[in-house]
C-alpha cells in the first residue's frame, strides 16, 4: 500500500526557517518525481515544488524560488522541503504528493499524505 | 507560466442537476489535464486524468472532456455526496498550475 506521512509543520515567525519532511512507503521511491503542494486557509491548491527520482532535477513556483528547496534521500524513501524566509503567505497546509515514474504512468496525483499544517506568524 | 482559468468560482445546484465546470488554459496543454475533487478537510481526490480518463472507482456519473485549451467536467446527476470544491490542474509544463476551484453548494 502506497503511504505518504508528512512531518515537520508548526508554528515559527516570519523570516524564519522549518524543514518539512515526507516518508514514503509501498512503492520505489526513488523511481518517482515527487511534488509539494500547498492550500492556505480557505484557499485553492497551489503547487509548490517538484523533483525527479533518480536525478534529482529540481523544479519551483515563482512564489517560492530561491527561499525553499526541495530534496530527497533515497536511500531513506524521504522527501524534503527546507523552508527559509518565511511569510505570513506561506501559511498553509502542505501535501506532499507522488507524481509518475515514467511519461506513460496514469496513476500521477493518485496519492497524497495528509498534509502538515505550516503557520507562519510571530 | 501556464495560467488556467476555471469557472465557475461557485454554484448552487440541486440533487440530480447536470453541473458542467470549465477549465481554460492560456495555451495549449494538450491533454494534460486532471481534474480531482475536495472535500472540507481532506486530501483532494484525483477523478479525471488525461482530460478525459475516468479514475477507477470514480462514479461513471464523472466525465472530463476538452484538449488543448478548453476542458470540462461534466457531473451527469448530481448526488448528495458530490456537494465539494473541484480543481482541474495543468501539468503541460512546469511550474505546474492549478485551477481556482470551483465550489459546488446544495440549491
Known amino acids: 500500500e502506497v503511504q505518504l506521512l508528512e512531518s515537520g509543520g508548526g508554528l515559527v515567525q516570519p523570516g524564519g526557517s522549518l524543514r518539512l519532511s515526507c516518508a514514503a512507503s509501498?512503492?520505489?521511491?526513488?523511481?518517482?518525481?515527487m511534488y509539494w503542494v500547498r492550500q492556505a486557509p480557505g484557499k485553492g491548491l497551489e503547487w509548490v515544488s517538484g523533483?525527479?527520482?533518480?536525478?534529482?532535477?529540481?523544479y519551483y513556483a515563482a512564489s517560492v524560488k530561491g527561499r525553499f528547496t526541495i530534496s530527497r534521500d533515497n536511500s531513506k524513501n524521504t522527501l524534503y522541503l527546507q523552508m527559509n524566509s518565511l511569510r505570513a503567505e506561506d501559511t498553509a497546509v502542505y501535501y506532499c504528493?507522488?507524481?509518475?515514474?515514467?511519461?506513460?504512468?496514469?496513476?500521477?496525483?493518485?496519492?497524497w499524505g495528509q498534509g502538515t499544517l505550516v503557520t507562519v506568524s510571530s | 507560466d501556464i495560467q488556467m482559468t476555471q469557472s465557475p468560482s461557485a454554484m448552487s445546484a440541486s440533487v440530480g442537476d447536470r453541473v458542467t465546470i470549465t477549465c481554460r488554459a492560456s495555451?495549449?496543454?494538450?491533454?494534460?489535464l486532471a481534474w480531482f475533487q475536495q472535500k472540507p478537510g481532506k486530501v483532494p481526490k484525483r477523478l479525471i486524468y488525461?482530460?478525459?480518463s475516468l479514475q477507477s472507482g470514480v462514479p461513471s456519473r464523472f466525465s472530463g472532456s476538452g484538449s488543448g485549451t478548453e476542458f470540462t467536467l461534466t457531473i451527469s446527476s448530481l448526488q448528495p455526496e458530490d456537494f465539494a470544491t473541484y480543481y482541474c490542474?495543468?501539468?503541460?509544463?512546469?511550474?505546474?498550475?492549478f485551477g481556482g476551484g470551483t465550489k459546488v453548494e446544495i440549491k
Open positions: 495555451q495549449g496543454i494538450g491533454n494534460y
Open positions: 504528493a507522488r507524481f509518475k515514474t515514467t511519461p506513460d504512468d496514469a496513476e500521477y496525483f493518485q496519492h
Open positions: 488525461a482530460a478525459s
Open positions: 509501498g512503492f520505489t521511491f526513488s523511481s518517482y518525481t
Open positions: 523533483i525527479t527520482g533518480s536525478v534529482g532535477t529540481t
Open positions: 490542474l495543468q501539468h503541460y509544463n512546469y511550474p505546474l498550475t
